[in-house]
């Protein structure tokens, strides 16, 4: 029964909601108000997050693959991305973004279906980080990285695998917004799906052979597929009142 | 050929390095005093290929920030670097300039970027683009998309037998401008702009 989907989904979205990090707000008229709202939903095929992790030094690349992440996108250009790990503990970072709207991807959404998908701009969205957030994402690596290269018995006394900042070169930030039916999670519903894309490359130093400071490059690529919702978006006339309730769900667990 | 300041809003942008004063206070490791630039800016959709030169100050300093001051001492530029060497024959500055790219909690009004951040390089790449693409265009307007703008390259070359140093910053991003259909500017493009600046560092 689609009505039974919408509510199975709406279950799932609240227990994620829970673990979602609590931005907040300062007193002030010039706080922004979330445009655009994305999140993973670990009970659809394909939403999740993945990292790889190429450490170079004779370390072995690192892969992740758990998958809980969650974007708010404001309507002032700025975004606050919580990436989390096994623990569900979130890490922040922040910036700025763009919307180029694709002129191929706007779907009419059929109410009578039961689809929840709102029609609206769709297209991609270009990302920068900021100093401050790009050196955190650093600092996370740098452990990370260490602490991989030291599963490797002859690099176990490794004490220094840290990314050179200034080196490293950004290929790719930006995130693809899609309204698609799904058929991968029947019975088939319009959602919304969003593909994101963060690529870099730089220069790292290292003690893998007992000297201080050796050079040597990375490369680090995370993805984040999951669903979106227009915030500042309603459904058209005449969608079904079940619908209407899970946008409503959605927009208070994710656009507040 | 006319030589002209990189910054065509020197006023706000001299303005706006008094800010990070503090930076100076740092003490130079490296230095290209007098180094010649080439700047050249590419527009898609029409527009002639722009290239500018000038003469600027390239300093390093030992808190890891860097500046590059163009001749109407306006901060182009500024950031963090790190060294790597490459035998005894040369090595190499990596150079990042600084984002600014704040998180909901700034007024972004009240708040705008500091001189030489990469958000501000590329506003004056495209008050210089705009008005490069009005000689073929008039009265319309392009928009380059700062959140678009990846540093495919930043860093400074310096040969140790002489001392000679080339420094490469190259931008590429995404742009909309209404060349051809008057109205909202919608229409996507792109801009990549190559800066280029020789000299001897000390």
Known sequence: ?256 | MKTIPMLTAAVMSVSMALATSSVFAATPVHTMATGAATQTLVVSGGCKTLKTTDTVTVTFFDDDTYTIVDSSAATVLQGTWSRVDSGTSKYTLYMSPAVFAPDPNTDRNATPPAAGTLEDFVSQLQIVGDSNCEVKFPGRDVNFVQPSSLVKKSSLVVTTKNNEGILTVQVKGKQTNNFYKDGTIVKPGSYSVTLTIKGTVT
């Open chain 1, 1 to 256: 029964m689609k009505k039974t989907t919408i509510l199975t989904m709406v279950v799932v979205c609240g227990a994620l909601a829970l673990a979602l990090p609590d931005w907040k707000k300062p007193l002030n008229a010039a706080y922004p108000t979330v445009k655009f709202a994305l999140w993973t939903d670990l009970a659809r095929k394909g939403d999740g997050v993945t990292d790889s992790l190429t450490i170079g030094s004779g370390c072995p690349a690192l892969t992740t693959k758990f998958g809980v992440g969650s974007m708010r996108l404001y309507d002032n250009g700025s975004f606050v991305l919580a990436r989390y790990d096994s623990n569900l503990v979130p890490s922040i970072y922040s910036g700025s973004w763009y919307l180029q709207d694709n002129a191929k991807s706007t779907k009419k959404v059929n109410p009578d279906d039961g689809s929840w998908a709102l029609p609206g701009s769709v297209g991609t969205i270009y990302l920068i980080l900021n100093t401050v957030s790009l050196g955190d994402l650093f600092s996370e690596l740098d452990a990370s990285a260490l602490a991989k290269c030291q599963t490797k018995a002859s690099l176990a006394g490794m004490t220094q695998w840290d990314i050179m900042d200034p080196s490293v070169l950004v290929k790719k930030s930006s995130m693809v917004f899609k309204t698609i039916k799904d058929k991968r999670n029947p019975p088939s519903l319009f959602r919304n799906t969003v593909t994101a894309t963060l690529q870099m490359s730089g220069k790292q130093q290292n003690d893998a052979k007992g000297t201080l400071d050796a050079v040597g490059g990375f490369s680090f690529k995370t993805t984040i597929k999951g669903q979106w919702i227009d915030c500042q978006s309603t459904p058209p006339s005449g969608t079904d009142s079940a619908v209407i309730n899970a946008i409503d769900n959605i927009k208070t667990q994710f656009c507040s």
